[in-house]
């Protein structure tokens, strides 16, 4: 009788052990003493098929801490300079419809949106802004009329061009920005040179059309 039961429970641990995970099988191995040899014994011919499995279950927790430690590693709060600069160019941006100037406005739009998600390409679509800004004021200052050269145009020509350059300077300088977005990470996508492109096709008919 004794050994019909015995026959019974193996039978059973045999249906039953299959079903288990490879980590249940595993914390029984590590407790062996605590289990019935036989169980113990089917456990391992259970485990010693799942070789493989256990390794992807390992590379699955390894890669899982990879992403929980590294965001926290590189993800740094935005410095608040740069919070007043990306503000100041949201409300350049909607200035910018004041004179039509629709390209401008989208790519300004869409900068701060990229400052807001933290995104690598913020930084370098930035500074192209500044750029162009710069650009379109030296520009202007040349060839503008004599109105524009004059009194407090001029002086907020000036400005303009001290502030572009002060805020190009510092995203492409400044430790704290090296720590919101390293450098290495930094990089512009083909839609940003197209968004890019925009206004500067903008600027051009409107400066050839003041020559």
């Given at each position: 009788m004794a050994t019909t039961n015995e026959e019974m429970y193996i039978?059973?641990?045999q249906e039953s052990i299959p079903q288990m995970t490879t980590e249940e099988l595993s914390s029984i191995l590590s407790k062996a003493e605590e289990y019935n040899p036989q169980y113990v014994e089917?456990?391992?011919e259970e485990f010693a098929k799942r070789p493989q499995t256990m390794d992807v279950e390992n590379d699955s927790n390894e890669h899982k801490d990879i992403k929980e430690d590294v965001p926290n590693e590189d993800k740094s709060e935005m410095p608040s300079l740069l919070w007043i600069i990306v503000l100041f160019i949201g409300l350049a941006g909607?200035?910018?419809l004041r004179y039509w100037n629709v390209p401008m406005f989208i790519l300004s739009m869409y900068c701060v949106w990229l400052f807001i998600y933290k995104k690598e390409?913020?930084?370098n679509v930035a500074q192209s802004i500044?750029?162009?800004?710069l650009c379109v004021s030296v520009l202007f200052l040349i060839f503008g009329?004599?109105?524009?050269?004059?009194g407090g145009w001029l002086l907020l020509a000036i400005s303009g061009i001290a502030l572009n350059l002060g805020c190009y300077y510092y995203l492409g300088n400044s430790d704290s920005v090296?720590?919101?977005i390293p450098k290495d990470?930094?990089?512009l996508k083909n839609m940003d040179y197209f968004l890019i492109g925009l206004p500067v096709l903008f600027y051009l008919i409107v400066l050839i059309m003041m020559i």
């Open positions: 039978k059973d641990w089917i456990v391992k909607v200035g910018s390409n913020s930084i500044f750029i162009i800004n009329s004599d109105e524009y050269r004059m090296e720590m919101f990470n930094r990089y």
